[in-house]
């Protein structure tokens, strides 16, 4: 009888990982806004951190994901106590950005912030133009990074928001962005979000 030899997996090719895609150029093509998760610990020590990976979920219920590195001391807060604020930027507020992004010890001593009652974290009072209160309701692991799914439950939102925008690996001002005249026609991304709209209805409009 032939022997027939079993047969093993082939071992990983090691340079499998070497050959992957890099998403960091194709995701810094898609400007977005920036923003800063905030939350307390149980000891209400403040935690945050920069994060441009936001989205939203759902209208009703009002929900986002923020997608967070897995490894960050502050997810591990935010999973722990539960809760967060997301601070949407303003575009005076780069300063703010970098700061956070920096992961500096004492960012919260350099900022001035403030916790209304029942906020999920640190409202960002001097650069944010916007803040969602938010309660954790979902997380999915995936690779490096967390998604955290969160029900929003309070939006502060002041008047005239002017957005801090990121793309191409550089910050832009809403305010010069917005000073280009729109186009003739132009595609409405949000009409997909408003309530009750069907989908597809984002439309051209002249």
Known sequence: MPHRSAHHPAAPDESARDRRADLRPFMAAFPSGVSIVTTLDSDTVPHGLTCSSVASVALDPPTLVVCVRAASPTLAVILDQGAFALNL???????????????????????????????????LTADAHAVADCAVVRTVGFGDHTAVFAEVHRVTVREDPQPLLYGLRRYAQWSQAAAVPPPAAHL???????????????RVVR
């Open 188 to 202: 409405d991304p949000s009409a997909a979000l408003r309530p009750g709209a069907p989908e597809g209805d984002a």
């Open 89 to 123: 930027l303003h575009e005076r507020a780069r300063g703010a950005s970098d700061l956070f992004a920096s992961g500096a010890p004492d960012r919260f001593e350099r900022v001035e912030w403030r916790l209304p009652l029942g906020a999920g974290g640190p409202h």
